[in-house]
Each structure stands twice: as C-alpha cells, then as structure tokens.
C-alpha cells in the first residue's frame, strides 16, 4: 500500500533481543515524539515479516503485509528518509527453515523452503526465500557511508568504570589459521573502469562449452570491480591440516566465518570444514546421506538430525569425532558445537569476545581453553592474528586508561564483498572464468576447478569520494590520527589508493592521513589507543563490520552502545543501533525466567541522533528539544548506573525504559526553549519520580518465572505487550 504521508521518524520493527526491548520503549518515544508534533512510525523488517511479506497468495486476506522493505529502500533515496535501525536476523538457512515452521504452524500456509527444488512452484519458493537469506536488510538500506563510535559520555564512562578483562599470557596457545595460497586474498585481480559498462561472466569447461553465469552486470564509470576465487582444493588441504595440528597443539578447534552476510561463499566454506571434519564418515556414506537430504553446508546440527535413525552412520560419526580435537561450543551444556549452525559463530562477534576474554573458549567440557581460530581467507584474518600478537606481547588492553578506535566505513551501494553475493558461483565444472564488458574486453580471467568459489565484488566512484570526504570530514572535527587501511600490495586495495590519494592531495590534507596495510594498522591502532590516544579507521566495508565490534568489545565491553550513522548519499539519515546483533540468549533467558538483559543504550543514542537530524533538515525547533533531552536523559543512565543487569531479580531492560522516561520527561519539564513543552513534561515527570517505588516493584514482581511470548520469529503482540510493559502503573502515565 503506498504511503502518502510518512512519519517524521520511521522505526523499525526487528526480531529477537531489541524487538522485545521495542514492544517497551517504542510506546513511551512514540508519546514524548507526539507531544512536540512528531510522528514516529514503524516499518517491519523482522525475518517473520519478510517471509510473510513475500508470499501474498498463500495467505487470507487478514494475513496478507506490505513488503515494508522495498518502501523502505526506496525511502532511503530521497533526503526524507529518517530511519531508526535496530539490528535483525540476518537468516542461515536453518534459522529460516525454523521462521517457516513457526509461521505454519501460527496458520499461515506459506510453502516449505525447498531444500531441492524441482518443479517450477518450487523453484518460485526458494527464489523468494533466497530473497530472504542472510543479509538480505542492510545492504537495501545502507544507501549511505558509515561513521561508527562511542559518543563522548559512553567512552567516558566505560573508562570510569572500566569491564573485567580476560588475561593474556605470553605463552597462551591461541593463534589464528589462515590459508597461504589458492583463497580470495591471494587470486584477487582488480580494476578500474574508465566508462560505464555492462559484464558477462562466462565459464569455459575444459570441453570447450560455454556456461553464461551471469549476463548485465551493469557499472557506471570509475567502479572498481575486482575478481577472485578460492581453490576447494586448497581449502580442504589447509582444513585437514590444521585439524591435525590443533590436534597435536591441545587446543580447542573454532571456525569464524560470517555466513549471513556472505551468505553465498561463507556457507560454502562452512561446508567444507563440516565434510572434512567427518571426512571418513562422508566417504563411506556420502551418498546415502545425500539421499536423506544431507547438505554439508545447513551444518552438523541438521545433518545429526537427518541421521538421527541410521545407527551405523552415527556410530561412524562418533568414532571419527573420538579422533578429532575437542571443539570450540555455542552450547557446551547442550552439546552445540561450532559446527552446528553456520550462523551460531559470526566472525565479527565471536573474535573478539574470544579476544576480550584473554584468547579463550568454552570447550565441551564447559571450561575455558586456548583456541586455534580458523579464519580461511587471509585478506581480513591479520587483523585478528595481529590482534592476538599484540595481547600475548603487551598483556589486555586497560579499558580504564584506552583511547578509542572510530571507523568510517565505505559502505554505499553494495560495497566490496558484502555486495559480491549476485556475482558469487560454486564453480560447476573445471575451466576459465572470465568476466567480459560489452565492448569485448576480458576483464577478468582465472583459471579453476570444479567446486572452487569465484566471486566479484564491486565498488563505485560515487560512494568511494564521499566515503574519503567522510573520513577528511571526521579527522578535521578530532583532530585524530587517520589511518586508511588499504593495503598496497593487494589488488583491489591498490584500485582504491589511487582514488585516495588525489583527493587528499586536492584537498591540502594528506599530511593528516596514513595509509597501511590491515595488519600494520592494527599494531598501529592498538599502540595509539595503549597511550590513551585516539585514532580514526577508515576502512572498506568488511573491515568497518568488524572493527566496529572488536574495539567497542575492547573498550567498552560491547558494541551495543556504539553510535552508528549512514549519512545516506541523498541526503536522508540512517539511524543504526549499535553494532552488534540481535542477541538470541537474550530472548532465551526472557523465556526462561523473565529477565531481559538487552541495554538499550544503542536506541537511545540513534533517537538523539534522529531528532537532531530532524531539526537540522527540517528546521523543527521541537524536534532540536527532544534530541537534546534525549541526550540529558541517556547521560542520566550511564551517569546513576541505570543499564540492565545480565541477572534474573535484578533491574532488567524494563526498569532502564522506566529511568529513560522519568531523564527524558525531567530534562523536557527543566529545559527553557519550548515552554509549553516544559508545561506539558512537569507533571510526566512529576508522576514518574513520585511513583518511583511502585513501577519498580510492579516491573520486579514480574520476573522469575517463565515468560511465554507466543512465538519466537513471530511472537503474538499482545502477549509481548503483556510480558514487556508489566507496570500496570507506568503504562498508565505513559499512555
Ligand atoms: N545490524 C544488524 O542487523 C546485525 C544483525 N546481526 C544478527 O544478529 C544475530 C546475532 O548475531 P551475533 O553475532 O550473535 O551478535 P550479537 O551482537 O547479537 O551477540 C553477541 C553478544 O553481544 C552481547 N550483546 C549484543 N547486543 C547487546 C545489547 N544491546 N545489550 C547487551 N548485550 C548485547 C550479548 O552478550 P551476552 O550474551 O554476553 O549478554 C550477545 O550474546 C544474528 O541473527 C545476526 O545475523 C548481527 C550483527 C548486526
Ligand atoms: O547485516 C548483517 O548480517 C550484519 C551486519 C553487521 O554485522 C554490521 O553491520 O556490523
Ligand atoms: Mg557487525
């Protein structure tokens, strides 16, 4: 349904931890926002609603929703868009296959996800489902650059009351794995075009035949576009070898892969190291397994569920597992391994809490061990074995006394990797891949084996000028060192440098930037935050994912109180929460025993942000009001110690929603721009505070017990009302 009028402030309806946390706080910033004249919306961008979204025909007329994501992405074209992002599953494919389950069994009758699929129905399905997969959020809505950091009072804080730490020891045994030949990093060729072109990817079979991969891959002029693949080969080889040396090394076995976001190669790569992990099991019965729907790639969790009747394929499966190094567990309690879920362990969280806590991980026997982390494609690893050289050499880092890492990310239009997924292919048949443009000139040529992954990546002149201005911006506002990461010596890095350097130079600052390879950056980075000084990473998109969690982990024990700004390229704003994700045990434990840990810190920061950019593009006196309110109030959390506690019977996510209302309506009711805002706040406030004992006694007798929510993709609203707003005392002065 097209929407005429938007809201002034669209937020966005999400999944698990922060969609819980939302069914509490929305209501309270949808009434302030409407007191000064501002409308707040929402759009649904949760996995539940995406499915939903996508399959119309299958569902009553009642059931039938907008496809919220595509008003969205066209949204962020145009300088309206004000959008508050919370973070949202990013789908594996067991995760979806559990969304559809649940949906059906709500009574929606949307169809199976077609593992296989066959007839034309079915291959229908799975396309709108591959829609769906993985990353399928950001990247639609990220039509801007990215600017992530710890506001000034959240670093501040975090420094005063610095988080424990894990030590290092000299001698810990944790290393990262990486391969030395045949992966993305070392067969990267990149180029620049020098005019507008479209490109054909072919591969030629060693017999001569043609296979068109794909046709109309359109460029505008000065896009970098790079080609590379990674050997199956040589992937298997490294896997087998370096599970023989964790072995010999006593350590815990970990994979970091970031499956959702390369949601093509990466769960490839995943597969891999599951075959190989139960290589003798898959070469006695690979066939029979196949037969059973077994695909390495969903992980070991759905191939012991698709076994689970054939005794002699689990016997061999334990017997092959008593020869393998113990392994590195999501679940130890539960017998949830790395190799489970390809989406369990993601790259950009799981290094550095492993990191934070002093190069460990939970083993099967539910203690902490060092870990052999095997990160295959060596173009982003050096950031993490570096990392980890720097631990062992100088001991933690001292969150009390660190400077801080920022990151301007180039993020628009599908950058680099995380844009590479209509242009990735499993390599059917052994050949030549070349990439050809219109005009006839090859490109790119590898040549590669059957069941190597070759993938292009792009990124286009607009977004790389406004990205190096972001970043000419950003170092003139701190003054701070800036370091771009760009390695020389790496082809597509190389492509980027040239557009770089004219423009410091246009621009009379390239004194004021350095420019090093990822790994010499990182030693540099953690030498100038180790002084107590701050330093700017300007980085390509993968590298702003995850830098942005593993310094805030560092700092500021998490990177959900990070700020994060898309200054989209047309003008509009881009609002993120955080940088992390969406937190499943955190709905676990609401479950379980109603308590919610999630901070909403990363929310209130994007609303403060929101409203001042309201102000700013609209002229909205009211809207300047609330964004400075909001920040007096999110200041009043961190300043009296009001984020949630991680345990049951303590203040929980709840309770901090109650002190950001009474901050926010007692900086409204106390501040002298908009008197009849103070008017209107005094008396909220007033409410507030006097029933200060009877909220918080009304939101504590609500834990301690399981909470049931009615589902868990797709929870029922009211119940998550029920659960989320217990207070029946607040509700009244919020509503
Ligand atoms: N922007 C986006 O849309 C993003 C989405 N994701 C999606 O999120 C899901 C989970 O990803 P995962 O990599 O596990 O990352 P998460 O960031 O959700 O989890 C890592 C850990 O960080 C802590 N944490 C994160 N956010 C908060 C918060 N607001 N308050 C308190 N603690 C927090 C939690 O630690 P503890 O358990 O110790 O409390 C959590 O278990 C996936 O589906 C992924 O696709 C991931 C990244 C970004
Ligand atoms: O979109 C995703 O899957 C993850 C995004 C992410 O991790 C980030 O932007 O930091
Ligand atoms: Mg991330």
Redesign the pocket.
Known sequence: MANTSNPDIIYTK?????EL?SASLLPIIQRFAAAAGVSVGTKNISLAGRILAAFPESLTEDQRISDDLAELGELVKTPDANVI????????VP?LVAAVKELQDQGFAIPDYPYEPSSDAEKDARARYDAIK??A??PVLREGNSDRRAAAAVKKFAQNNPHRMGDWSADSKTRVASMSGGDFFSNETSATLDKAATAKIVLTAADGSETVLKDGVSYPAGTVVDATYMSAQALDAFLADEIEKTKDEGVLFSLHMKA??MKVSDPIIFGHAVREWLKPVFEKYGDQMKDLGVNPNSGLGDLLERVKDQPEILKAIEEVRATRPPMYMVDSDNGITNLHVP????I???MP?LIRAGGKGWGPDGKEHDAVCVIPDDSYAPVYDEAIKFFKANGKLNPATAGTVQNIGLMAQKAEEYGSHPTTFEIPADGTVKMVLDDGTTLHEHSVQAGDIWRSASARKAPIEDWVNLAIERQKATGYRAIFWLDQARAHDAELIKYVKPILEAKGVADKFEIMSPRDATRASFETITRGENTIAITGNVLR?YLT?LFP?LELA????ML?IVKLMNGGGLF???????????VQQLQAENHL???????FCALGESFKFLAEAKGNARAKVLGETVETATQGILDNGRS?S?KVGEPD?RDSHYWFARYWAEALAAQGDDADLAQEFAPVAKALAENEAKITGELAAAQGKPADIGGYYHPDADKLAAVMRPSATLNAIID
């Open positions: 999400v999944d698990e931890a922060p946390a992002k919370l973070p949202n599953i990013s789908a594996s995760q993985g990353s959020v950001n959702t976001m989406s369990d362990v993601i950009d969280a799981s809490a994912d969690d982990i998490t990177s959900a109180k994060s993120e929460t955080g940088a992390g994700g969406s937190a499943p045990k955190h840990r999630w901070d909403s810190l990363g929310e949630p991680r996510n």
